[in-house]
């Protein structure tokens, strides 16, 4: 049966996945809810690998040989990157060298970049994906944008089918006796941009087996990650003194440097900046890691303009119509003593209470039982969009709860008000509170999978399971 495509409705977008530079902290927006996934994964792959055995001569010219007869040799008066290049002096028209390379299977997209000096008296730079002694194709880079300089040529080229490609020649088309130089080939799979160099003998470089015979990594993960038992997360938002812990993770699990916390106070519509620290077994203290990103807020003009989180239960939250304009009171905390021969009296007095006021809002019957629960869930944060100065953002516990009151605002079903006293508290202690994410618990598991061999089979590890799969 043919699938059936509104052409009305609206595109699902997967959410954005924002990475600390460092690529150990990411970050993933869930809009439905206004929170944010956090993971933290010190063991993060190589950023980069190069395919090159022998990509910058370091050492000697093993896994190198001559291309169209021109004459090669390895330097150490010039080079690009550590000590050595290759030096070519062409015999005819046509001059380079061969890079071996780990095998490239047909259909694979190669990216291949090498760094060359060029005296200008020739013309184009390019390069020969071969096996053995046969040439598969060649691509040009174009002729190097100036003369008696390292500059970079790259290309792109997918092995043709029942071919595989295991060297990569880089060629330079000028008269014979013309002197140019190559250093620091680097050859990946996959489409894009070539990655910044590498090699094993770089620093955060290295070997997949031996020294300048072998393919090679950027390696990335954190020192000592496996020694990481917890990582703790803090929040810098605008404008405050200081950054609050996530809840969450404060700290969190991330036994062998990988963990996951769940962030559902972010404040809505303006950047905030996550910072993550690693704890290892010993005590100790990793290097931070930091990103930013921005939970949307509702948008003026919307109807459900206001958010109502639980802190200990969010999958209760909601979004909400407010009836009406709240008036806030702040109570004053005075002690006043009568002064006597004087009009005046002696006051003794403290900063003022918190903005106090009574909230209504307008619900759909479908959403009368999950508001009375929420109103009994314990501690509630409101929240609003920026600039919303009626309604600042508040921890909350509510009292004196009115409600369900019938309005019959939403048609033959009828709407229903509830109405509570608002007197904000101090944001709750976050010391060692589990990871809690809306509409995702060991209960929404168990009715979901049958047996724990389906949960192992679904999910790649305890940090994704943990999140329903974000991370």
């Not at 013309?123 to 046969?134: E, G, L």
């Not at 979004?319 to 002696?346: K, L």
């Not at 900063?351 to 479908?366: C, R």
């Not at 904000?424 to 979901?448: C, F, H, N």
Request: glycine residues 10%.
């Amino acid at each position: 049966m043919p699938m059936i495509v509104d052409p009305g409705a609206p595109l699902v977008v997967p959410p954005a996945r924002v990475t600390s530079p460092d690529g150990y902290l990411a970050a993933t927006v869930d809009e439905l809810w206004a929170g944010v996934v956090l993971a933290y994964n010190a063991n993060t792959p190589p950023s980069a690998r190069n395919l090159t055995l022998n990509p910058s001569l370091e050492v000697d010219l093993a896994n190198t040989q001559q291309y169209a007869g021109s004459a090669r040799e390895r330097v150490t008066t010039d080079s690009r990157y550590g000590i050595a290049c290759a030096k070519h002096t062409a015999a005819g028209a046509t001059s380079g060298m061969q890079y071996l390379c780990e095998p490239v299977a047909a259909g694979v997209t190669i990216r291949a970049s090498a760094w060359v000096k060029v005296p200008g008296t020739g013309t184009t730079v390019f390069f020969a994906f071969r096996d053995a002694t046969t040439t598969h194709g060649t691509v040009t880079a174009g002729v190097p944008p100036v003369a008696g300089q390292w500059v970079r040529m790259s290309v792109t080229y997918t092995v043709p089918a029942g071919k595989t490609v295991d060297r990569i020649a880089v060629a330079y088309t000028a008269p014979a006796g013309t002197v140019w130089y190559s250093d620091a080939v680097m050859i990946q799979t996959g489409a894009g941009s070539p990655s910044e160099y590498i090699d094993g003998s770089l620093p955060g470089g290295q070997w997949e087996g031996a020294a300048h015979a072998s393919p090679s990594v950027r390696v990335t993960a954190l020192p000592g990650a496996a020694a990481v038992r917890q990582v703790r997360i803090v929040r810098q938002d605008p404008g405050a003194p200081a950054p609050v812990p996530v809840r969450s993770a404060d700290p969190a699990w991330a036994i062998g440097g990988a963990g996951t916390a769940y962030d559902h106070e972010a404040p809505l519509g303006v950047a905030v900046i996550y910072t993550a620290t690693p704890l290892y077994a010993d005590g100790t203290t990793g290097p931070s890691s930091s990103l930013a990103v921005t939970v949307p807020a509702p948008a003026p003009g919307q109807v459900r303009d206001v958010w109502l989180k639980s802190i200990d239960n969010p999958s209760l939250s909601l979004r909400a119509v407010i009836v009406g304009r709240p008036e806030a009171t702040a109570a004053g905390r005075q002690d006043v003593v009568d002064v006597p021969g004087s009009p005046y009296r002696v006051v003794a007095y403290d900063q003022h209470a918190a903005e106090a006021y009574t909230l209504t809002i307008d619900v759909p019957p479908q959403a009368v039982d999950q508001v009375r629960r929420l109103l009994r869930s314990g501690v509630l944060l409101l929240q609003t969009r920026p600039g919303y100065v009626t309604l600042p953002d508040a921890f909350h516990v509510p009292a004196d709860i009115t409600g369900p009151v019938s309005t019959g605002r939403l048609g033959s079903s009828g709407g229903y008000q509830f109405s509570w006293a608002v007197e904000p508290v101090a944001r709750p202690d976050t010391a060692g509170a589990p990871l809690r994410i809306p509409g995702w618990s060991w209960d929404t598991v168990a009715q979901q999978f049958a047996t724990w061999d389906a949960v192992a089979a679904s999910y790649s590890s305890w940090a994704s399971l943990s999140t329903n799969g974000v991370t």
